[in-house]
């Protein structure tokens, strides 16, 4: 998979960051933006529940407020950006969405948008297959064998979300990653002779040869079309 991985953003640029994201709110305004809480998993070694306070905060108008998924593929050079914060928008949202519920859908987006050097580097997707329920729920349902096929045609990079030991997931090993049970997913450094008996992975040869499976067409395909779009439109974040 990683060497799939590898080779499908070969030929995308560098400094692109795959985040999803939208300015319309909707319903995210009044239970994630303006209620004021303190998440005691920020400081504690064991998850607890959530404080809210007692009154909400008015969106803020210094700044515009952009949502979407948690699952994000962000460039060395917009992480450095943040980490550093040599243009004080980062900081500033950082200690602004501390104190929001569910940070992690608001927060990267929020500083890539609200960034002239960065908002014109996003790609509209996380790469993520998923199926709502309908109506839908908080989360996606459980995939299982028959979403395979679609799963599969999507040409997605993830996938979620998956029960323990669900069929599916052999599946996935066997015709997509070639794993056998209790052993790597095989890869072009694998160095053992091919044998039923041994794993052909436990000795290694070079890990920089990438050799990409037979579903990374799928993969090349999605980018391709999504890094078409990112050029057709001179303004991403909107």
Known sequence: MLSDLSHAFSSVKRGLNF???TSDLGWK???RIEPIVVDP???LARRTQIFHATEKRPVPNAFKVFTGSPWVILSRSFLEFCVFGWDNISRTLLMYFTNAVLSQEVYFQSVICNSPEFKNTTVNSDLRYFVWDSPPKMEP???NTSDYEKM???GAAFARQFEKDNPVLDMI???ILNRNRNQVVPGAWCASPKSWLKDNCSRWGDVNVVRPGSEVKKLEEVIKKLNDDLKSNSKTCS
Do not use: A, M, P, R
Request: no cysteine; net charge negative; glycine share 12%.
């Open 41 to 43: 998993g920020l400081y």
């Open 29 to 31: 305004e009044g239970q």
């Open 19 to 21: 985040i999803d994201h």
């Open 173 to 175: 090993d066997k015709k």
């Open 141 to 143: 349902h459980f995939l």
């Open 152 to 154: 599969v045609q999507s």
